[in-house]
């Protein structure tokens, strides 16, 4: 019997090495591989949106302190308070509620949406000005 060879395979290599093989890296899904400038608009995007997310979180908290009456001279909640009056684009008193602590969550939450739906927005327009 005669030892004739195989035809070539799918995945065969057709030149002998000695060299260890090397993985090949493909591109992305659906398009050409990822470049620096990529890297760097996915970044700032994904910054902005984490910032939005924390002053969202920072209106909330300061709004549940709020109601749920946490006590003002503690440090935590001056920090918040500090920092959520900053951040609430003028809308803390947007809405006058008979309750207080109503007007609050209702306001400060409505600023966190507004931090949510900006940062959003904004890391679309950066995410399309990559190329």
């Known amino acids: 019997m005669t030892d004739s060879p195989k035809p070539p395979q799918a995945g065969?290599?057709?030149?002998?090495?000695?060299?260890?093989?090397?993985?090949?890296?493909?591109a992305r899904p659906g398009g050409a591989p990822v470049t620096m400038?990529?890297?760097i608009v996915s970044s700032?995007?994904?910054?902005?949106?984490?910032a939005s997310k924390v002053a969202a979180l920072s209106l909330i908290l300061y709004a549940l302190f709020t109601?749920?009456?946490?006590?003002?001279?503690?440090?935590?909640?001056?920090?918040?308070?500090?920092?959520a009056a900053w951040l609430s684009l003028g809308?803390?008193?947007?809405?006058q509620l008979?309750?207080?602590r109503w007007t609050t969550l209702v306001?400060?939450?409505?600023?966190?949406?507004?931090?949510?739906?900006?940062?959003?927005a904004?890391?679309?327009l950066i995410r399309r000005a990559a190329p």
């Open 12 to 26: 065969d290599r057709l030149v002998a090495s000695s060299a260890p093989a090397r993985l090949h890296r493909p």
């Open 37 to 39: 400038w990529r890297r």
């Open 44 to 50: 700032a995007a994904y910054l902005v949106r984490l």
């Open 67 to 83: 109601v749920f009456r946490a006590n003002p001279a503690n440090v935590w909640y001056q920090f918040v308070e500090s920092l």
């Open 91 to 95: 809308l803390a008193n947007l809405f």
């Open 98 to 100: 008979a309750d207080p």
């Open 107 to 120: 306001n400060y939450g409505l600023a966190a949406v507004v931090w949510l739906i900006m940062g959003s």
């Open 122 to 124: 904004l890391a679309s």
